[in-house]
């Protein structure tokens, strides 16, 4: 009897593991647990490299026909966090975008991805640049599976347009939480 309840433990287990490497999941080759100089703001007295995390996808949900990538700061001083990449209408045929794909003279994005306004007053990546002694603040990047192809807005739509289209729009969603201070 103990012998047939392990292998029983054991296969549950099995099958957990099994299905959780099969969900949607978002990654990055540059982002562990905190973002960088290399990701921080370049302004505002941060003296980062703005440069764009890489992120890559896997496994998304059946009937996706576009993606949206958001990074936000929910711990921003603000009363609504802050909005620091906001990129919708990312083909389905796309499973990564490059590091410093959020420049948006740099063309690395997939054709057709259109980057939105942030908080920052621009479309584009503008990285971490939480206040001085304000401790860590958290970064969630977001990759979103969408049920339609275009959202209809373009690169003048604010970040709480976007995210409301998206809320509308979302199939499954998966995340990546970092961490910065200075």
């Known amino acids: 009897m103990k012998k047939l309840r392990l292998t029983l433990i054991a296969l ?7 299905q959780a ?17 290399k990701q921080e703001f370049n302004g505002f007295g941060c003296k980062g ?10 496994n ?3 009937g ?3 993606y949206a990538i958001t990074v936000y700061d929910p711990l921003a001083p603000t009363g609504s966090g802050w909005w620091h990449w906001v990129v919708f209408d990312i083909p389905a045929t796309a499973n990564f975008v490059p590091a410093n794909a959020g420049n948006p003279s740099s063309s690395l994005l997939p054709s057709g991805s259109i980057q939105g306004m942030t908080d920052f007053g621009k479309p584009g990546y503008g990285g971490p640049c939480p206040p001085e002694g304000h401790g860590f603040h958290q970064y969630i990047i977001t990759i979103y599976a969408l049920k ?14 976007v995210g409301y289209v998206l809320n509308a729009n979302t199939i499954e969603k998966a995340s990546i939480v970092a961490y910065y201070k200075r």
């Open 148 to 161: 339609k192809e275009k959202l209809g807005l373009d690169q003048q739509a604010g970040p709480a347009t």
């Open 60 to 62: 998304p949900p059946k």
């Open 12 to 18: 549950v287990g099995l099958a957990t593991v099994s």
């Open 49 to 58: 490299e703005n440069i764009s995390p890489q992120l890559s996808w896997v």
């Open 21 to 37: 490497q099969n969900t949607f999941t978002l990654k990055s080759d540059d982002l562990g647990g905190q973002m960088s100089p």
């Open 64 to 66: 996706t026909q576009s």
